[in-house]
């Protein structure tokens, strides 16, 4: 299971709320939750791409943003 707080904090500071960045990226904000929140949906490559070209995170990044094991 990944840790996505950073993730989380970067939207909140980029679009002030999950449903703000929803709708930049023309989803719901279930969509979001569950990408971020369930185990069993993972991110895909191309969802990454998107959403760090939005978030503006760079690809050097990327591994602390959506690949940060939470830790148990």
Same mark, same amino acid.
């Given at each position: 299971?990944?840790?996505?707080?950073?993730?989380?904090?970067?939207?909140?500071? +980029?679009?002030?709320?999950?449903? !703000?960045?929803? $709708?930049?990226? *023309?989803?719901?904000? %279930?969509?979001?939750? /569950?990408?971020?929140?369930?185990?069993?949906?993972?991110? +895909?490559?191309?969802?990454?791409? !998107?959403?760090? $070209?939005?978030? *503006?995170?760079?690809? %050097?990044?990327?591994? /602390?943003?959506?690949?940060?094991?939470?830790?148990?």
């Amino acid at each position: 299971m990944y840790d996505y707080t950073k993730l989380q904090e970067r939207i909140l500071e +980029k679009f002030g709320s999950p449903e !703000a960045f929803a $709708e930049r990226i *023309d989803r719901s904000v %279930a969509y979001v939750y /569950e990408r971020i929140g369930t185990p069993q949906v993972a991110l +895909k490559q191309t969802e990454i791409t !998107a959403w760090c $070209e939005v978030l *503006d995170i760079a690809p %050097a990044e990327i591994q /602390e943003y959506f690949f940060k094991l939470r830790s148990i």
